[in-house]
Nanobody, 120 residues
Framework: QVQVVESGGGLVQPGGSLRLSCAAS????????MGWYRQVPGKERELVAV???????NYADSVKGRFTISRDNARNSVNLQMNSLKSEDTAVYYC??????????????WGQGTQVTVSS
């Protein structure tokens, strides 16, 4: 009932910038939080940034000062502005949406992922 779609990935040079976007649609009662995770082959998926309903945010130490997460509640969307990109940022980035279900429970929905490659 809920669809999560990411966009904005691509190839950029080190030091460049990229903006990822994610939109959730469908049967949405309430969004608790939205966030971005990333994963490289052979490694666990890791949290990049998250923004909660009250507006608080958390970032991975490796991206603090370079990435900024923002949320548009009216559009059920979240963005990740990535600046000063490094080769270490290369990964598939996944959008996560934590929702309140009609049964009063929380549930995570995931996007299909968008590739970010930082290379000269």
């Amino acid at each position: 009932q809920v669809q999560v779609v990411e966009s904005g990935g691509g190839l950029v040079q080190p030091g460049g910038s990229l903006r990822l976007s994610c939109a959730a649609s469908g049967s949405i009662l309430e969004i608790n939080a939205m966030g971005w995770y990333r994963q490289v082959p052979g490694k666990e998926r890791e949290l990049v940034a998250v923004i909660r309903s009250a507006g608080s945010t958390n970032y991975a130490d490796s991206v603090k000062g370079r990435f900024t997460i923002s949320r548009d509640n009216a559009r059920n969307s979240v963005n990740l502005q990535m600046n000063s990109l490094k080769s270490e940022d290369t990964a598939v980035y996944y959008c996560n949406v934590n929702l309140v279900t009609y049964r009063g429970q929380s549930y995570d929905y995931w996007g299909q992922g968008t590739q970010v490659t930082v290379s000269s």
